[in-house]
C-alpha cells in the first residue's frame, strides 16, 4: 500500500507517515510500499497513545496541577515578602512632613545662633573688635535668612508636593 493510501485509511496525515518511516517505526517492502500489517502492529502504540492525549497516567495530571499550585504559592509568598520589604521601607506622610519641618526650624535657629556663637572666633581671627564682629556676622546672617525665605513653610510645602 502507498504513503497516501495508507494515510488516507488510518486518518493521518501524510508527514506523520514519512516521519514514522524515518524513525524506523514503520518498515517499507523491497517495492517502496507499506506492509500494513506491520505498520498497524508497529504503528498501533503510537496512535493509541495520541488518542487517549498524551498524558495516560491519571497521577500525571494530579502532579502537575500539584506542582502548578506549589509554583504559583511560592511566587505569591514572594509577592507578599516583596509587599512588607517595600512597606517597612516607608514611612506615614503627616509624619515626614512634620519632621521636615522640625528640621527647616532647627536649620534656622541655628543659623540665628551663629553670631554670637562665632564671633569672638571670627575677631581673633580677623584680629577685630569682637562687637565689629558680631555686626558683620549679623547682617551676613539676616541677608541669608532674608534669601532663604520662610524656610520651615517652604519645607513642609515641599514634603507635601512630594
Given at each position: 500500500?502507498?504513503?497516501?493510501?495508507?494515510?488516507?485509511?488510518?486518518?493521518a496525515d501524510r508527514t506523520t507517515i514519512r516521519r514514522k518511516i524515518a524513525e524506523g517505526v514503520i518498515q517499507l517492502d523491497s517495492d517502496?510500499?507499506?506492509?500494513?500489517?506491520?505498520?498497524?502492529?508497529?504503528?498501533?502504540?503510537?496512535?493509541?497513545?495520541?488518542?487517549?492525549?498524551?498524558?495516560?497516567?491519571?497521577?500525571?495530571?494530579?502532579?502537575?496541577?500539584?506542582?502548578?499550585?506549589?509554583?504559583?504559592?511560592?511566587?505569591?509568598?514572594?509577592?507578599?515578602?516583596?509587599?512588607?520589604?517595600?512597606?517597612?521601607?516607608?514611612?506615614?506622610?503627616?509624619?515626614?512632613?512634620?519632621?521636615?519641618?522640625?528640621?527647616?526650624?532647627?536649620?534656622?535657629?541655628?543659623?540665628?545662633?551663629?553670631?554670637?556663637?562665632?564671633?569672638?572666633?571670627?575677631?581673633?581671627?580677623?584680629?577685630?573688635?569682637?562687637?565689629?564682629?558680631?555686626?558683620?556676622?549679623?547682617?551676613?546672617?539676616?541677608?541669608?535668612?532674608?534669601?532663604?525665605?520662610?524656610?520651615?513653610?517652604?519645607?513642609?510645602?515641599?514634603?507635601?508636593?512630594?
Open positions: 500500500m502507498s504513503i497516501r493510501a495508507y494515510s488516507a485509511t488510518r486518518g517502496g510500499l507499506i506492509d500494513e500489517q506491520q505498520a498497524d502492529s508497529a504503528w498501533a502504540i503510537t496512535r493509541r497513545a495520541s488518542r487517549m492525549g498524551v498524558d495516560q497516567n491519571g497521577d500525571a495530571g494530579i502532579r502537575s496541577a500539584q506542582a502548578k499550585v506549589a509554583v504559583t504559592l511560592a511566587k505569591l509568598r514572594l509577592t507578599k515578602q516583596r509587599y512588607q520589604a517595600m512597606r517597612e521601607r516607608y514611612v506615614d506622610r503627616a509624619e515626614a512632613v512634620a519632621v521636615g519641618e522640625q528640621e527647616a526650624i532647627y536649620v534656622v535657629e541655628g543659623l540665628r545662633n551663629a553670631p554670637a556663637a562665632y564671633a569672638p572666633t571670627l575677631a581673633q581671627e580677623m584680629g577685630i573688635p569682637e562687637e565689629t564682629a558680631r555686626r558683620i556676622l549679623d547682617r551676613f546672617i539676616g541677608l541669608t535668612l532674608i534669601e532663604i525665605g520662610d524656610l520651615p513653610r517652604a519645607a513642609k510645602r515641599d514634603a507635601e508636593r512630594a
